[in-house]
């Protein structure tokens, strides 16, 4: 989900259909509709973690996206980062993070909040082979899209991730 609300219509959706899975999460760009009562909408992304345990399985989408700050805010993006993280540590549940233009502050988040996770993908990857090196010492995965693509150096980080360790992702429908 990419926010409290998709996150319900994703459940759901996977409700009607067995081979469907869903994630709950507040995508970065959404960061804002915490800002109202963040522990209220917390509390709403982990309630419905559990009361639907048989269709979630990861948390997210969410991460950071300095690329599109007109949206959200850097600081706040931080914030509920760091937050949405608790949810990952309560569940177990992996991430299905989002690194757009950001990929040094996610990796240091990630570091410094190592033992609470569970792996999982960071996708729409465009970072430095160093930020490619540090998240996959870091046990996850790498998802890359056309924003991964956009350069010449994009594309030498890329071709650099291990084949049992990329996702190639898609935005068609």
């Known amino acids: ?3 409290l609300e998709e996150s ?3 459940i759901e959706l996977s409700k009607e259909h067995d081979d469907l899975f869903a994630t709950v999460g507040c995508h970065p760009t959404r960061c804002s509709e915490f800002v109202e009562d963040p522990d209220k909408y917390l509390q709403n992304l982990r309630d419905l973690i559990k ?9 997210g989408e969410f991460g950071l996206d300095y690329d599109r700050t007109k949206f959200c805010d850097k600081e706040t993006q ?3 980062f760091e937050k949405q993280l608790d949810l990952c540590e309560e569940t177990g549940l ?7 233009a950001a990929a040094p502050d996610l990796v240091n988040i990630l570091q410094n909040n190592r033992s609470r996770l569970a792996g999982g993908v960071v996708h ?3 970072g430095s082979a160093e930020d490619r090196d ?8 790498i998802g890359i899209n056309g924003c ?3 350069t010449e150096d994009n594309l030498a980080v890329m071709k650099d991730i291990p084949n049992n360790k990329l996702m190639i992702e898609t935005d068609c429908p």
């Open 134 to 141: 540090s998240i996959l010492a870091l046990g996850f995965h």
């Open 1 to 3: 989900g990419g926010n």
């Open 8 to 10: 319900r219509r994703a």
């Open 148 to 150: 991964s693509l956009k």
């Open 78 to 80: 931080l914030k509920y």
């Open 51 to 59: 009361e639907n345990k048989d269709q979630v399985v990861a948390i």
């Open 124 to 126: 729409s990857f465009d």
């Open 94 to 100: 992996p991430l299905f993070l989002h690194c757009r």
